[in-house]
């Protein structure tokens, strides 16, 4: 019975802090570099994209050992960067 009610207070707080919570940028958070990852999450594009772009140079990170990370300005830049139209076919 007392975990019942635990587990139902546990998902109304849940429900509750997920409503307040504010969406996540990186003038919020403080974030000053992306991994990979996560800057496919961020920008909603595949890894592997990512990847094939940092392979061609149009996106330059910075490494720490083997691992790449890109600074929000480089995000940024290649952002704006991408087409604005469509490609035809």
């Known amino acids: 019975m007392a975990g019942d009610i635990e ?3 546990r998902q109304i707080i849940r429900e509750e802090l997920s409503g307040v919570r504010p969406e996540s ?3 919020l958070d403080g974030k000053r570099a992306y991994s990979v990852q996560s800057m496919s999450d961020a920008y ?3 890894v592997s994209y990512l990847r094939d772009d940092i392979a061609t ?3 330059r990170p ?3 050992g083997r691992k790449p990370l890109i600074s929000v300005a480089e995000a940024e830049r290649w952002f ?3 087409p604005d ?4 076919a």
Do not use: F
Request: net charge neutral; aromatic share 4%; proline share 9%.
């Open 7 to 9: 587990s139902i207070v």
């Open 25 to 27: 940028s990186p003038e």
């Open 44 to 46: 909603e594009v595949s």
């Open 85 to 88: 139209d469509r490609p035809t």
């Open 62 to 64: 910075k490494y720490l």
């Open 80 to 82: 704006a960067a991408l």
């Open 57 to 59: 140079g149009k996106l």
